[in-house]
């Protein structure tokens, strides 16, 4: 992953030079969404969640361009569930007394195909849309596990980084997103700014880490809504 980003940065500034490429960076705020097993959590509740990214884009023609890109994505959400302290009985009964405090960093490779939708030349403006998919990585996890009957907690350490799917390998994960957003240049028509709306479905269910004390198959199936404002070089 390193190598990859180490030997992207230095690609984009050499093809700065060219006519047909432009760098772009964002960031913004994200609604975060989780499925969970039903049969081992209620409660569920997303939490704080972030994205920037940083965009290499190649122009194809006046009205499309290809994308390539590394984003990164904090998220994090809370659920009740079970927890078996050690010398008990599991017993799946439905009370789920402990509680799940989940936090997760991601890092996305995506790329992407961004049509002009509604070109205004007078105001170099114009209206788009983008379609992209993505590798994903997740680098950093963390739950915290507190028992909702005694306030103690029983467990603070990784959340786990296992995505399973039947194409890659285990904790790889991947994504496809659709967006829609405004673009307007500078006065200088070399650069410009451009706020969009992006939908992103991770197609790859994440398993929980799970010790002999958490319950089986505790998984989720996420996607998110991301706001980003950015500018464009």
Known sequence: MAVWITGLLPLCAQLKKGPFYQ?????????????????????????????????????????????????YLFHSNHFNSYYFPDSTIQLYDKN??????????????????????????????CLYTELSWALKKRFASNVQINSSLYGNSV????????????YIADRTGSTISLGFGFDKNFT??????????????????????????????LYQIESF??????FRF
């Not at 789920?96 to 790329?111: A, K, L, T, W």
């Not at 709306?197 to 197609?203: F, G, K, V």
């Not at 790859?204 to 089986?216: L, Q």
């Not at 809504?225 to 950015?230: P, Q």
């Open 96 to 125: 789920f007394n402990y509680i799940y405090e989940n936090r997760f960093q991601d890092v996305s490779f995506p790329i992407g195909l961004k049509l002009k939708l509604i070109n205004n030349k007078q105001k170099e403006s």
């Open 188 to 217: 200088d028509k070399k650069s410009g700014w451009f706020v969009g709306l992006t939908y992103c479905y991770t197609l790859n269910t994440f398993y929980y880490y799970r010790t002999a004390n958490m319950p089986k198959n």
């Open 155 to 166: 467990y603070d350490n990784k959340a786990g980084n296992d995505f399973r799917s039947r």
């Open 23 to 71: 760098t772009s960076i964002a960031a913004g705020p994200v609604l975060s969404f989780y499925q969970l097993n039903a049969k081992h959590t209620s409660g569920k509740k997303s939490g704080a969640a972030f994205t920037a990214l940083v965009r290499c884009n190649f122009r194809i023609n006046r009205s499309a361009s290809i994308n390539l890109g590394v984003q």
């Open 225 to 230: 809504l991301w706001l980003t404002a950015g």
